[in-house]
């Protein structure tokens, strides 16, 4: 299963979305995976539908703990990971999930993303 795992801003835009995604590698995804908390935003819905993409939401404290490349200290505080989009990647993916693309940002830095593959259904 490949999985894009999305970190975003609250004023992300669809076009920001989109653009990180497309950067990051949008081809042969299952799913869109971020954190439950921002699983309903409006943008993340839209880039889903354009996609016809499910978005898998993932607690906050299962991304607490799961290592990854990249380290911001402001993601670390707040959701105990290094990285939202990889460690939504990584956990959406399922068993022995890799990621296959780091941290994809847009432009504006409103949105991250990262893509992992593993087992998961």
């Not at 081809?27 to 499910?54: C, I, M, Y």
């Not at 990889?86 to 780091?102: F, K």
């Amino acid at each position: 299963m490949r999985v894009a795992g999305l970190g975003f801003r609250r004023d992300v835009t669809l076009a920001s979305l989109r653009e990180a995604l497309v950067a990051a590698g949008a081809e042969g995804l299952a799913a869109v995976a971020t954190v439950s908390d921002k699983s309903h935003t409006a943008a993340l819905r839209l880039l889903a539908q354009e996609f016809n993409l499910p978005i898998k939401a993932i607690p906050a404290a299962v991304l607490a703990g799961i290592e990854t490349p990249t380290q911001s200290e402001f993601v670390e505080a707040r959701f105990g990971t290094g990285s939202v989009a990889e460690a939504a990647a990584l956990a959406a993916a399922g068993a022995r999930a890799r990621l296959v693309s780091t941290r994809s940002v847009s432009q504006d830095r409103t949105a991250t993303v990262a893509i992992a593959e593993g087992e998961g259904e």
